[in-house]
T-cell receptor, first 116, second 113 residues
């Protein structure tokens, strides 16, 4: 079946602009995660959605970052007033969320964001 | 709080040689542990996971890992390296509640012919 998809695959923007990154999880997966992968910081958790529960935003690095998940499916990560340190690969993952922390997370190919 | 340490940011082996990638974890609760592989310009793919069942876990592509509580380790091994194993490998621990993953810094594996 179809895996996690993300768009765009690459995004180049100018400092100060807003960007939106999209994630389409695997159909039927109730949990959705955003991570960021950068040279200096490695792989970092950003935000987590599970069903209709309030999202876990504990990993968002600043209030310029926000995310929403509409209809329990597609998610959008928005970065406002982008800075050069936001340049990274943004990865989305989804899971069944049926066995607590042991669930396998399935990752998308990522969006490579470059802020000039 | 959970954390993961991967020893060695880069490991190089010859084709056919043993692969050993080291991972140590810190967790205040019984951990769920994962190894993921990332090929160039691709997302992460699960190799194997430990979920408190058997301590020796077998994964895809001939990889396996052994959970050793006394050593707080979860090292990844493969008896014979193949050129196609060249990739970056990440060890991760789950926070056990929401399930968010805490990753190690990654180990890049190179395989020489």
């Amino acid at each position: 079946g179809a895996g996690v998809s993300q768009s765009p695959s690459n995004k180049v923007t100018e400092k100060g602009k807003d960007v939106e990154l999209r994630c389409d999880p695997i159909s039927g997966h109730t949990a959705l995660y955003w991570y960021r992968q950068s040279l200096g910081q490695g792989l970092e958790f950003l935000i987590y959605f599970q069903g209709n529960s309030a999202p876990d935003k504990s990993g968002l690095p600043s209030d310029r970052f926000s995310a929403e998940r509409t209809g329990g499916s597609v998610s959008t990560l928005t970065i406002q007033r982008t800075q050069q340190e936001d340049s990274a690969v943004y990865l989305c993952a989804s899971s069944h969320r049926s066995s607590g922390g042991a669930d396998t997370q399935y990752f998308g190919p990522g969006t490579r964001l470059t802020v000039l | 709080a959970q954390s993961v340490t991967q020893l060695g940011s880069h490991v190089s082996v010859s084709e056919g040689a043993l692969v050993l990638l080291r991972c140590n974890y810190s967790s205040s609760v019984p951990p769920y542990l994962f190894w993921y592989v990332q090929y160039p310009n691709q997302g992460l793919q699960l190799l194997l996971k430990y979920t408190s069942a058997a301590t020796l876990v077998k994964g895809i592509n001939g990889f396996e890992a052994e959970f050793k509580k006394s050593e707080t380790s979860f090292h990844l091994t493969k008896p014979s390296a193949h050129m196609s194993d060249a990739a970056e490998y990440f060890c991760a621990v789950s926070d056990g509640q929401g399930g968010k993953l805490i990753f190690g810094q990654g180990t890049e594996l190179s395989v020489k012919p």
